[in-house]
Every structure is written in structure tokens, then in C-alpha cells.
């Protein structure tokens, strides 16, 4: 039989610090299709962004079995970690997490640049990722320190847009934003869920998880519940 | 992943600390102009000395007093009370391999003409020696067999003294005083040479020549010259010749030192490579200086820009990725630092050269040990940083503040 999308089951990551052990998720399960927009929602400290740590192939977990499309994440290799990172999955992070000396264009470019795109295809996908996500064209040169908020998190969403990945993961992406650009981006998400792709939203906030089709509630590391939300 | 577009990113990260990047690249950049200078200097003068003295013609065998006591010193010359007229006579007589023999006194003395005086190097000689070194006659002529035999009162003009003392005026046959410790002597000029440059410390053209009997009988009143110069058939045998006739004359044969000038540009030749290479060998030391500080600025770098390390690789760079820009950071910082290192070290030997009297030689050795060390030094150095960064785990760079 096909496996769902993404499996996990009893999914652990436990730190050591020193002899101490540090268990941030502690048995968590999911299924997730292709195309679903879930909300990870829960207090801070929960691991939730662990979890998408674990869920977007930055992190292993320490036990557990995780399948992504069919793929034993365990087993994978690094460098296979970073060619799913590079080609299927896309971050949005809260603190936008954009390269500072350079300007949106080249911000936009970078994942292209690591999937081994010409400079000519590169420029035209980032120009059309950053016209995709709402950025005028004059600020395509603008350094992120000259960018407002709102507009560095449009730069983050088009950089992860460029190489057109199966998912996308955002931790907490309007949290540093006002609410009216933070409703922007949400739009923009939920236009993306709309062409097909995967969403995994990460957030504390009840209004924001609101606009997933389901809400997994996370509590000391375990999944507390689920909900089903009537768009 | 294409090279030169992890290249162009490092660049772009030099780029933005220009300050910092040069303050680390100072150490190789020292370094390689250190090297580059030694290496040319010391093979523009190694150069210039043996031109000199294959200049002095070949064949040239030198008899001087042995040295005591390691090199140097008037007191190491121990044989100046042993050298006389007859046995010159009888060395160049008893040697089938000598050609030409004469014996010499080098002393020093005030030269003077009218209102003009030049201090001058005196040698006194015999007729013979201009053709053992390879003097051209200029105007008149040399010292001949008959102003020997007679002592006669000659002298023959290096071109620098004809024209401090002279000016334009022909000189040939005019009086000049040659003051020498206590004494004044008048001396009739009968020839002047042509000129021979100046080598490193020594100018010949500041030197004039006397017949060595007048020299010994009217004005020193000495039994014995300094040395003999000899014009060899074959050098190696007439070496031995000379040296077994010595033997019979003077017991010790530390007393007397018989060289050719093939030996003599043999040991030049060795000396001064030892020489180059141990200088350039301490010029790089400050190259492996360079490499540390290098490591060090990436080190910090490495630190420095952990979130942007997590950032890449969360978007899909590979170990390898990360690990090329960084040493390719340290390697265009190395090589930058090189290429300044050459174009200083190519200026300070040019410089050098033009006070030294040689033509700077800019040789492919000194070129490739400067790039090479320098792109050896970037590789070396930047390799454990380079690593460090390919290493970071992407969530902790992520997390870190
Ligand atoms: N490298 C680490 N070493 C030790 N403990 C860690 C490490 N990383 C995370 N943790 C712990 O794991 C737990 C979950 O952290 P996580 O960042 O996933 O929480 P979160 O739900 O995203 O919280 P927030 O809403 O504040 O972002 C926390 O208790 C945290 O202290
Ligand atoms: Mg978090």
C-alpha cells in the first residue's frame, strides 16, 4: 500500500546536556497528505519547532520511523538530507532569517544556486518568485535592513517558493510582523495551500492556526489533540 | 555546485570586511615580498660577482699569503714577510702551465694634479698584468719590462682618477704627485685604461698602476710584494705546479693559498646559494606567521557567521558547499596577499638592484615559490576552519544567536 506523504511514528528527540537528558518531542505520530495546510499550535516550549526540524529534514530524530514521499528519512544521508532540503522543502522562520549583505535578488537565488542553476536561470526565477509573493521591483536590490518587516518575510516566502518545493514549513511567520502584514503573509500561504502545496504552519496563536484545514495541538512534546477546522 | 559561484560568494564576504581582510592577508603579504626579494637580490648580486670575475679573463691563478684563524682580520695574513721578487721569477720559470706571472703590492694613496687630488687604490705591478685581467688600454700604454727594470717614476690611470684629476685634458705625460704616508713622489702618466665598471664593492677604475720595483725600492723600501697573479695555460695543473714549488720554498703550507678562478666562482656560486636559501628559508617563516593569522580571522569568521552557515544549509547546501566558500575565503585572501607580496618583493628588488649596480632579475622560481607558498599557506590554514563551518549541525547554527 502507498504511504501517506509524510509518516511519523513515535517520533523522539531527546538532548543530552551532560547526563541530563532533555526529551523535546517524546513520541509523536502524524499523517499528513499531499496538499493538506495543518497549524502546529502550542505553548512555548513545547517542540514545536523541533518537530518541524524533524518534519522539514534538518534534524534526525534520536528514535522513531519517518517517511517522507516513501523515503526512510532515517537511513538517508546527509548530503541526501540537504539534496530534499534544496528541492522539496521550503523554511519560513520567524526572525526571517535572510542573509544580511545581500540584497533580495541574491537572497531569493540562493537555493537555486546550491541546485547547480545557471546565473540567467536564476535570476529569472527569483524575479519571478519575488513578483509571485507581492515585492515591487524596486526593492529587488534593497538589502533586508532596508526592507520593512512584511517585505523581508515576502523575500523569505520567495526564496522558499524558488525551486518550486512539495512543502513548505513556516515557524511562527507573523510572529515579528504587525497583524495586518502578518494577515498578508497568511494570504500568501493560504494561496499557496491553494496551488497544491504542502503547508506546515507553526505558531502559538489560536487566529493564526485558524487558517490551516487542521490544527495538531502540541504539549511537553506529545500531540494533546487534534481538530478539524470547517473552511 | 559550481566553483566559481562559491568563489564569487566568498569574494563578496572579503569584500565586506575590506579592512580586516587585508590586516590578515599582512602577514603573507610580508612574507612573499620577503621571499621574492631574497631570492632576486641575492641572485642579481651572485650574478653580478661572477660576470666580474669571468670578466677578469679565465686562466686567472691567484698566489696570496695564507689565512690563520678562520677569514678576515690583517692579522689572520700571515705570509706577507715571504713573497719576493725572485721567487715570482722562479715560479713563473719552473711551471710549464704558467703563462704569465706578476707580482702585486696593494696599497692606497693621495693622487694629485694641480688643484685636483683623488684618493686612489695604488697597485704595483709588473708588465704583464693588464693581459691577465683583461685591461684594454685606452691612451698610451701599460707598465713595460724596462720601467720595472729601472724604477722608473710611471703610472698608469684608471679612468675614474684620469677624470677626477684631469677633467677633458689629455693626461698623457703630465706630472702628478702621489702622496703616500709621509712621502711625495712625481709620477709621469703613460697610459690610461678603459673602463670597467664598478663591481659591488670594488672599482677598478679608481685604481692606478706603478712599476712594483719603484713601489718597493723608492718608496716603502719593503723585500716583499702581497701576491702574485698568474696567467694559467691549465689551471688545475698549473695550481699544483705552483703549490709543489711552494712546498720546497716555504715549509707550511698554511702560509700560502693558490687558487684559480674557476674555484673561486665555484665557491661563490655555493656560498651564495646556501645564503639565499637560508635567508628565504627565515623569509618564510613569516609566510607560515601569515597562514596562522589567516586561520585565525576564519576561525572567527566561521563563528562570526554560524547563522548564516545554519541558513545555507537549511536551504539545501551540502557540506562540500559550505566548505568550498571557505576555503576559498582563505585562499583568495592567501592568494591576494600573495600577488601583493610579489609586486612589493619585484619593487624592493628593482630598487635594490639599482643601488647594487645589477639588472633586477625577476626569475619563475621566485614567482611560483611565492604563489605556490602562498596559495599552499591559504590551503593549509584554511582547510580546519573550512571543515569547522561544513560541520555545524544546521539546527544549532540556526539557533544560534
Ligand atoms: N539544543 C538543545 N539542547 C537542549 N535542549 C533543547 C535544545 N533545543 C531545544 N531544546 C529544548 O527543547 C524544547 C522544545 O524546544 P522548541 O524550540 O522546539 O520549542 P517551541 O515549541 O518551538 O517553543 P517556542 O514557541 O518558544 O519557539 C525546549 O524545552 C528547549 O529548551
Ligand atoms: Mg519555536
Known amino acids: 500500500m502507498k504511504k501517506p506523504f509524510i509518516q511519523a511514528n513515535d517520533i523522539w528527540k531527546i538532548y543530552y546536556m551532560g547526563e541530563v537528558e532533555v526529551p523535546a518531542i517524546r513520541g509523536i505520530s502524524l499523517e499528513i497528505k499531499k496538499g493538506e495546510f495543518i497549524a502546529i499550535i502550542g505553548p512555548s516550549g513545547s517542540g514545536k519547532s523541533t518537530l518541524m526540524h524533524i518534519l522539514g529534514c534538518l534534524d534526525k530524530p534520536t528514535k522513531g520511523i519517518f517517511y517522507l514521499d516513501e523515503e526512510d528519512i532515517l537511513k538517508a544521508s546527509e548530503n541526501r538530507l540537504a539534496a530534499i532540503r534544496n528541492d522539496r522543502i521550503g523554511f519560513v522562520f520567524q526572525q526571517f532569517n535572510l542573509l544580511a549583505r545581500r540584497s533580495a535578488l541574491e537572497n531569493v537565488e540562493t537555493p537555486c544556486l546550491y541546485a547547480g542553476k545557471s546565473r540567467k536561470e536564476r535570476i529569472r526565477r527569483a524575479r519571478e518568485s519575488l513578483l509571485k509573493v507581492g515585492l515591487e521591483e524596486k526593492r529587488f536590490s534593497h538589502h533586508p535592513n532596508q526592507l520593512s518587516g512584511g517585505q523581508r518575510q515576502r523575500v523569505a516566502i520567495a526564496r522558499a517558493l524558488i525551486n518550486d518545493p512539495d512543502i513548505i514549513f513556516a515557524d511562527e511567520p507573523t510572529g515579528a510582523l504587525d497583524t495586518r502584514s502578518g494577515d498578508e503573509i497568511l494570504e500568501i500561504f493560504q494561496q499557496l495551500n491553494k496551488e497544491g502545496r504542502t503547508l506546515i504552519l507553526v505558531t502559538h496563536e489560536r487566529y493564526v492556526a485558524q487558517y490551516a484545514e487542521r490544527i495538531i495541538h502540541i504539549k511537553d512534546g506529545r500531540i494533546d489533540s487534534e481538530e478539524l477546522i470547517a473552511q | ?401
Open chain 2, 1 to 401: 555546485m559550481i566553483v566559481s559561484e562559491l568563489a564569487k560568494v566568498a569574494l563578496q564576504s572579503l569584500m565586506i570586511n575590506k579592512l580586516r581582510s587585508f590586516l590578515s592577508m599582512l602577514g603573507i603579504i610580508i612574507g612573499v615580498t620577503a621571499v621574492i626579494a631574497i631570492i632576486s637580490i641575492g641572485q642579481g648580486a651572485t650574478q653580478m660577482v661572477q660576470e666580474t670575475i669571468s670578466s677578469l679573463g679565465s686562466g686567472l691563478v691567484t698566489i696570496s699569503p695564507g689565512f690563520r684563524g678562520g677569514w678576515g682580520g690583517r692579522a689572520a695574513r700571515t705570509a706577507s714577510g715571504l713573497f719576493t721578487l725572485e721567487l715570482g721569477e722562479e715560479l713563473k720559470e719552473k711551471s710549464p702551465d704558467v703563462e704569465e706571472l706578476v707580482p702585486s703590492i696593494q696599497s692606497g694613496g693621495l693622487l694629485k694634479y694641480g688643484e685636483n687630488s683623488y684618493q686612489a687604490s695604488i697597485v704595483a705591478t709588473a708588465s704583464g698584468y693588464e693581459n691577465i685581467f683583461n685591461h684594454t688600454i685606452a691612451e698610451g700604454r701599460f707598465l713595460v719590462a724596462e720601467d720595472v727594470d729601472n724604477y722608473r717614476k710611471v703610472v698608469v690611470l684608471g679612468s675614474n682618477v684620469v677624470r677626477e684629476l684631469f677633467g677633458n685634458q689629455n693626461p698623457l705625460g703630465k706630472k702628478t704627485i702621489i702622496q703616500m704616508g709621509q712621502g711625495r713622489f712625481i709620477f709621469e702618466v703613460v697610459g690610461v685604461l678603459e673602463s670597467k665598471g664598478q663591481v659591488m664593492f670594488f672599482n677598478f677604475d679608481n685604481q692606478v698602476y706603478i712599476p712594483v720595483t719603484t713601489m718597493m725600492k723608492r718608496m716603502t723600501g719593503s723585500k716583499y710584494v702581497n701576491s702574485y697573479s698568474a696567467q694559467a695555460i691549465d689551471s688545475e695543473e698549473a695550481i699544483k705546479q705552483v703549490e709543489f714549488l711552494l712546498a720546497k720554498r716555504l715549509e707550511d703550507p698554511d702560509l700560502y693559498n693558490v687558487t684559480s678562478q674557476e674555484e673561486i666562482l665555484e665557491t661563490i656560486q655555493r656560498v651564495s646559494a646556501t645564503m639565499i636559501f637560508m635567508l628565504a628559508g627565515i623569509a618564510g617563516i613569516s609566510l607560515l606567521v601569515g597562514g596562522i593569522g589567516i586561520m585565525n580571522i576564519m576561525l572567527v569568521s566561521v563563528t562570526e557567521r554560524t547563522r548564516e552557515i545554519g541558513i545555507r544549509k537549511a536551504l539545501g547546501a551540502k557540506r562540500k558547499d559550505i566548505l568550498i566558500q571557505f576555503i576559498v575565503e582563505a585562499l583568495v585572501m592567501s592568494l591576494v596577499g600573495g600577488a601583493i607580496g610579489l609586486v612589493l618583493g619585484w619593487a624592493v628588488s628593482v630598487l635594490v638592484s639599482r643601488y647594487g649596480g645589477w639588472a633586477p632579475t625577476l626569475s619563475m622560481f621566485s614567482v611560483v615559490v611565492g604563489i605556490g607558498f602562498s596559495s599552499a599557506v591559504g590551503l593549509v590554514f584554511g582547510i580546519y576552519p573550512a571543515m569547522k563551518a561544513a560541520k555545524l549541525n544546521p539546527v544549532e547554527a540556526l539557533r544560534y544567536e
